[in-house]
């Protein structure tokens, strides 16, 4: 059974950092692009990046670019969300995502609280 | 950037009736020179994260029953729900996965009427 869970969320102040992980279990981990997708509060959903399945190749919505690095561990079966510079704006569930023809594979998500 | 453009922002069906949903990119997603346009829909229930039901357009994700269909190409595209069931109800995002940003559309709620 294919699984993607999520970890990292938390609470943090303005301008803090956090990182968020994601592990892989039940398929190649490695043989896979992966993603991750935010949603706010009561809002919809947000493609935030991209990581292609050697880790050579990433993209990202301009709003995170320079703040926020995706990376990936094949031989763990993770891929991580290194999150700088946090804004009130970030504040949302993370979800960590595999891609086929779609994205058909989602973690429950992990909440990251941007708040003073 | 490519923007997706989701129409109607929520929809109210009976039981059993036709649900329609559309979805509009402002550029042609197909895939380089691939045939294929790539845009997939999602149905969210809530405090659930987003499932697969369709992608290419048109081909249906393993295990979603097959009231739900897709169509359309170029930047026009449609997901049918043939006889809305309760189990339906949910919100329903469009997505393009042709060029990053990977962009979805704002999201229709469909309801019972």
């Given at each position: 059974e294919v699984q993607l869970v999520e970890s990292g969320g938390g609470l943090v102040q303005p301008g803090g950092s956090l990182r968020l992980s994601c592990v892989g279990s039940g398929?190649?981990?490695?043989?896979y692009w992966m993603h991750w997708v935010r949603q706010a509060p009561g809002k919809g959903l947000e493609w935030v990046s991209h990581i292609n399945t050697g880790g050579d190749s990433t993209t990202y919505v301009d709003s995170v670019k320079g703040r926020f690095t995706i990376s990936r561990d094949n031989a763990r079966n993770k891929v991580y969300l290194q999150m700088n510079?946090?804004?009130?704006?970030?504040t949302a569930v993370y979800y960590c995502v595999r891609s086929r023809g779609g994205f058909d594979y989602w973690g429950q998500g992990t909440l990251v609280t941007v708040s003073s | 950037d490519i923007v997706m453009t989701q129409s109607p922002d929520s929809l109210a069906v009976s039981l059993g009736e036709r649900a329609t949903i559309n979805c509009k990119s402002?550029?042609?997603?197909?895939?380089?020179?691939?045939?294929?346009?790539h845009l997939s829909w999602y149905q969210q229930k809530p405090g659930q994260p987003p499932k697969l039901?369709?992608?290419?357009?048109s081909t249906r994700e393993s295990?979603?029953?097959?009231?739900f269909s897709g169509s359309g190409s170029g930047t026009d595209f449609t997901l049918t729900i043939s006889s809305l069931q309760a189990e339906d109800v949910a919100v329903y995002y469009c997505q393009q996965?042709?060029?990053?940003?990977y962009t979805f559309g704002g999201g229709t709620r469909v309801e019972i009427k």
């Open positions: 398929f190649t981990f490695s043989g510079s946090l804004r009130a704006e970030d | 402002s550029q042609n997603v197909l895939y380089n020179s691939n045939t294929r346009s039901l369709i992608y290419w357009a295990g979603v029953p097959d009231r996965f042709s060029s990053s940003p």
